[in-house]
């Protein structure tokens, strides 16, 4: 695991403010772009370059499909797929996301506008953690407890008590994923990868 903290994801709200208001990121191993397009049921549409680029389809794709269909990007990033969904939840989703894990790993994490976030962690199909990340202390899975040293290090602050630090909560996050994948990204990444993209079904619960 890498020694990333919240800090170091402080950009991403700074420099990708429409995308930080209502979000979802994931990252699959050992999947290409296209293959992970296809497991969601999903066709190649089109190709986009930047993450500012996926905003405004994302956004089209829900009007246009009443939130059935969701707009999401994919790039290839070392040995994973990073997925990215403006105003979009397929990453959370047990119902698309467990079947993709088998074998493979599946971290992801969203925030809505409202500030609702969840992050989850899968492991060969088994859900290993979950948690709202503004509520840090509440986790469950099949091993809830197994990176709570690693949660404090990147800077989430666990105690159930008023007055906790929770300021940082969507950059520590991004540092958890980090620590997790051993994927880094950058803001150079997210605005100079090509996104292959397409819109996936939302899968029935």
């Not at 209502?22 to 930047?50: D, F, H, M």
């Not at 197994?146 to 290090?153: C, D, I, P, S, Y």
């Amino acid at each position: 695991m890498t020694g990333t903290t919240a800090a170091d994801y402080l950009w991403f709200g700074e420099d990708f403010d429409d995308l930080a208001e209502a979000y979802c990121i994931t990252l699959v191993r050992g999947l290409s772009p296209q293959t992970l397009l296809a497991r969601l049921g999903a066709e190649e549409e089109v190709r986009v370059a930047g993450v500012q680029g996926l905003v405004e389809p994302a956004y089209d794709a829900w009007d246009t499909h009443d939130g059935d269909r969701l707009f999401v990007g994919v790039t290839a990033v070392a040995d994973w797929a990073l997925m990215v969904e403006p105003n979009g939840y397929l990453g959370i989703t047990d119902e698309a996301v467990a079947p993709i894990s088998r074998g493979t790993t599946v971290v992801s994490h969203f925030r809505n506008i409202n500030a609702v976030d969840h992050f989850n962690w899968y492991e060969d199909g088994e859900l290993r953690l979950h948690f709202e990340p503004l509520f840090p202390y509440g986790r469950d899975g099949s091993d809830p407890d197994g990176l709570v040293g690693t949660m404090r290090k990147v800077g989430f602050d666990l105690s159930e008590e008023d007055g906790r630090d929770y300021e940082l909560h969507t950059e520590a996050a991004f540092a958890l994923a980090e620590r997790i994948t051993g994927v880094l990204l950058t803001p150079e990444l997210l605005r100079t990868a090509e996104f292959v993209c397409g819109t996936a079904p939302l899968p029935a619960r």
